[in-house]
């Protein structure tokens, strides 16, 4: 009843072809992404912010990445959590090594490194397919991360083989290292995020997003009609990897503060890998989702027997948790194997009929 | 379709009243300590014993003498699997509920919790693990690692090692191997042994285990390969049982192989079998429940049925350390409230304790410890104390020590641990402070 496009009439292209073509979506959205930059740094205490939001949107970031990767260009990655380290390190690399520069530009600086050795991983691509490929992208975590591990010079010199953030400011103020509010860590975190996912949903409504599905549904048929796989493949491997990178930096700037490889291990890939099928392939918004899900969901179990005052040993809790975690995830894959996006949808399309479903 | 709704909800409802369940001020005269455990996972055979071990003091003492001077102490656990990022979860959540100090319980852990103590005025305490770097505790006021850090521990290993052969010159040409976790907590001996091995002419070699540790074929050929006179490890978790057992199966001389104190255990043994009668490993405590300490714990909880684990598993090695880690806890708060009264203290004041502790023979005794560790004092330029080693030897049923007390060779670690010091804290931006003036 509400939800309803009637006598919206477009009259220009521009306007038919918007991100938002609902007057409803737009407003909504609007009005989500300004609570998002003033509700929580008011009301949020320390634990929701560094606890809880901003490992959300750190990991929203890398699952936008990797689904520009795997959604979109039907790529399949297992390097990551690779990436991600290749932000990091670059990130500290080049905070260390010049502290002037504004820690936003040094961001975006090691997403372009994380970009270029995206790159280099992503020429097997051209040759390998599915399943293969993923195997092929595992070299390239295991290859990076023991890089990082064996070589001092990437740490300088540290003999504890750990990076930390520095204390860094942006307009005076500071937003990383230890001295950093937890509001201007999570402000940092959810520009970059919005802008990333601007930028990304633009990138896949225009022609390089097309060309990417294209190459996903059928190769050789994209070939034919014109577009050239060796440039399109290798774009969404390095823009993906740029996305992962600067979240890679992230972690370890704004969430962490310091970090070892350990961070980026394999694991990392498999839970960006699943945030982005959990929350929906080839969607945006089941990047938020997926991240949503994935991150939350485990600090959601762990928390509810205190609410409701139940105190069991910790092991037990931990392993019900992984249990709950594990079953609800093949719950929501066998009732919707598209992802939460899917559900997002029609849930959209019901409500638009709402209350005269027929 | 309704499942399917349901679920949304239950979705949403994860994602608001998510982190809601949190906060719960600690009450009045009581001290809140959050304790980071963890029961599950690849590291869980020595998280267990070791949270069992803090949990039964911290429970004495309630019991026993109604907490520390009539401040009951509050203790709640939070599982964090060794994981860093989960642990980043734990420490946020237990720290708004009023911590004064944590045990990390994991080097990883720890480094990331070191820029935030002072921020959080929250004490760390990594006993015997964590940053060699933060023993200068003129650059680093609010962390702690006595008894003993990573560094004057390799140290103590080489003594030993030049012990057993007949003097330190007889250490030219000998080979060490170094087995260790690739982590930082692994690599933390490397410096003070690649520092060493020319001083003393041993050929060192280094191998690596990457995480978790369960395949290490390829590391024990190397060792087969090379034929070490010595093999110093570093492990964690599953990776000792597995090199315990590596070590037995390639038939080393398990007397020549010295686990490092996170690396001799019960539970590092037992999968080796008879194969790992004769391991041996550092400590900074004896192991067994024969101390008056232990006495009190079976009469106070386990009697009664409140004990934190079974009977026979008090007086492990790592239920000795978490009782140890406990006590050093307290004793330091004692130490605080001695100056500033006998109530729940601020963060400021527990770090005054932890830096004035001074625990004596005497009062080991009181505390009914007495021959299970050494006295140790700590000040404000030496956050390690004067802690020493020891080496226990597994003899197929029990650790029993089997060397004197050894002095680290703090002339050669207390420099370079300077030096570290002044790295490590200019990355965060920090200025040294006077301890004159303290």
């Not at chain 2, 009668?277 to 429940?289: C, E, I, L, N, Y």
Request: glycine letters at 10%; a positive charge; one cysteine or more.
């Amino acid at each position: 009843m509400i939800y309803r496009e009637a006598g919206q009439f477009k009259t220009t292209y521009g306007a038919d072809q918007a991100i938002f073509p609902i007057v409803q979506d737009r407003v909504i959205v609007a009005l989500a992404v300004l609570a998002a930059f003033l509700v929580p740094p008011l009301v949020a205490n320390e634990y929701w912010l560094q606890a809880v939001l901003i490992p959300f949107l750190i990991y929203a970031l890398a699952a936008i990445g990797l689904n520009l990767l795997t959604g979109y260009a039907g790529q399949l990655s297992l390097g990551t959590g690779g990436f991600m380290a290749v932000g990091a390190y670059a990130a500290f690399k080049l905070t260390t090594a010049f502290p002037q520069v504004n820690i936003i530009a040094v961001f975006l600086l090691s997403g372009l490194i994380a970009a270029g050795v995206g790159l280099l991983f992503g020429i097997p691509s051209l040759r390998i397919k599915g399943f293969y490929l993923a195997v092929a992208t595992l070299a390239a975590q295991f290859f990076l991360i023991w890089l990082f591990n064996k070589v001092p010079w990437f740490v300088n010199y540290a003999s504890s083989g750990t990076i930390t953030a520095p204390n860094r400011t942006v307009l005076g103020v500071i937003v990383t290292g230890p001295n950093a509010t937890a509001p201007m860590r999570y402000l940092v975190a959810l520009a970059l995020v919005a802008a990333g996912a601007l930028v990304a949903k633009n990138l896949v409504r225009g022609r390089i997003g097309r060309s990417w599905m294209a190459i996903r549904d059928r190769d050789i048929a994209a070939e034919i009609i014109g577009v050239r796989p060796l440039k399109t493949k290798l774009l969404a491997f390095s823009i993906s990897s740029f996305y992962c990178g600067v979240a890679g930096a992230e972690l370890v700037f704004l969430f962490l503060g310091s970090a070892e490889t350990a961070a980026f291990d394999i694991n990392q890939s498999f839970l960006v890998l699943f945030m982005v099928i959990i929350g929906g392939l080839g969607s945006i918004l089941g990047s938020f989702l997926g991240a949503a899900f994935i991150v939350l969901t485990p600090i959601f179990l762990t928390n509810v027997p205190h609410a409701v005052g139940l105190s069991l040993p910790v092991a037990l809790m931990k392993q019900i948790e992984l249990m709950v975690f594990g079953g609800l995830i093949l719950f929501f894959l066998i009732v919707e194997p598209h992802g939460l996006a899917r559900l997002w949808q029609i849930g959209k399309e019901k409500l638009r009929l709402w209350p005269f479903p027929h | 379709m309704h499942a399917k709704w349901l679920l949304i909800v239950l979705l949403a409802a994860a994602v608001v009243a998510g982190p809601m369940a949190t906060v719960a001020p600690a009450q009045d005269k009581t001290i809140y300590i959050p304790l980071l455990v963890y029961r599950t996972g690849a590291y869980a055979p020595s998280g267990i014993p070791n949270a069992n071990g803090f949990n039964d003091y911290f429970n004495l003492l309630n019991e026993r003498d109604g907490g520390i001077n009539g401040v009951k102490i509050v203790i709640e656990e939070c599982e964090m699997q060794y994981d860093t990022k989960q642990g980043v979860e734990c420490y946020e959540r237990l720290k708004g509920k009023g911590a004064v100090l944590v045990n990390p319980y994991s080097t990883g852990i720890t480094y990331q919790l070191i820029p935030k103590a002072p921020v959080d005025k929250v004490v760390m305490h990594s006993m015997g693990y964590g940053m060699t770097a933060s023993a200068d505790g003129r650059w680093f006021p609010w962390v702690f690692n006595f008894p003993m850090t990573y560094w004057s521990q390799a140290s103590a290993f080489i003594k030993y090692v030049g012990a057993q052969e007949g003097g330190m010159a007889k250490l030219k040409g000998k080979k060490i191997v170094h087995v260790y976790h690739n982590s930082p907590y692994g690599r933390e001996a490397n410096p003070t042994l690649e520092t060493l091995a020319p001083q003393l002419g041993f050929e060192l070699t280094l191998l690596a285990v990457d995480h978790p540790g369960q395949e290490q074929k390829a590391t024990w050929l190397q060792v087969r390969r090379i034929n070490p006179d010595w093999i110093y490890l570093s492990g964690w978790g599953v990776m000792n049982q597995v090199a315990v057992k590596e070590a037995a199966t390639i038939g080393y001389k398990m007397d020549h192989l010295v686990g490092n104190w996170w690396s001799g255990s019960e539970s590092d043994v037992v999968a080796a079998g008879d194969g790992a009668r004769g391991f041996r490993s550092m400590t900074f405590h004896a192991a067994g429940p024969g101390f008056k300490v232990h006495q009190d714990v079976f009469k106070l909880l386990y009697d009664k049925g409140k004990g934190a684990t079974k009977r026979e598993l008090v007086g492990e090695v790592y239920y000795n350390r978490g009782m140890i880690n406990a006590m050093l806890n307290i004793e330091s708060v004692r130490t605080a409230m001695v100056k500033y009264g006998n109530k729940p203290l601020t963060g400021e004041q527990v770090r005054w304790g932890f830096e004035n502790l001074n625990l004596t023979e005497q009062r080991l005794e009181q505390i009914g410890m007495k021959g299970m560790m050494r006295p140790i004092r700590v000040s404000c330029e030496n956050h390690e104390g004067n802690g020493m080693a020891a080496v226990q030897q597994w003899d197929g049923k029990k650790w029993t020590i089997v060397s004197d007390w050894i002095e680290p060779m703090r002339e050669v670690v207390r420099p370079k641990l300077e030096a570290a010091a002044v790295d490590e804290a200019k990355k965060l931006g920090y200025t040294m402070r006077d301890c004159s003036k303290e």
